[in-house]
């Protein structure tokens, strides 16, 4: 069974920057898309950023050119850069991987961009 566990949410200061991790463990098909969702409160969930294994990216609006999204495919890891951040990056964000047949989801990591 594939699992995916987050790390590296915290509180931030607006302007800072915050890394998070997204690992994956289990049997996962070598060609799959990693990404990233994020669910401020009260808010729909909103999509952030996704990475393909063959190394194409892409990005909501709302955080293209602050974030940046990359994967190391020897440990099936995707990871995103924010930086620029503002307060309403405030949510809680959530990795998933999607491939043939599967979709799985973390539980989530929470950012809280606050002075």
């Known amino acids: 069974q594939v699992q995916l566990v987050e790390s590296g949410g915290g509180l931030v200061q607006p302007g800072g920057s915050l890394n998070l991790s997204c690992a994956a463990s289990?049997?996962?098909?070598?060609?799959?898309?990693m990404g990233w969702y994020r669910q401020a409160p009260g808010k729909e969930r909103e999509w952030v950023a996704e990475?393909?294994?063959?190394?194409?990216?892409n990005y909501g609006d709302s955080v293209k050119g602050r974030f940046t999204i990359s994967r190391d495919n020897a440990k099936n890891t995707v990871y995103l850069q924010m930086s620029s951040l503002k307060s309403e990056d405030t949510a809680v964000y959530f990795c998933?991987?999607?491939?043939?047949?599967?979709?799985?989801w973390g539980k989530g990591t929470p950012v809280t961009v606050s002075s």
């Open positions: 998933y991987l999607r491939t043939v047949g599967m979709e799985v």
């Open positions: 289990g049997r996962i098909f070598s060609i799959n898309t």
């Open positions: 990475a393909i294994t063959v190394g194409s990216t």
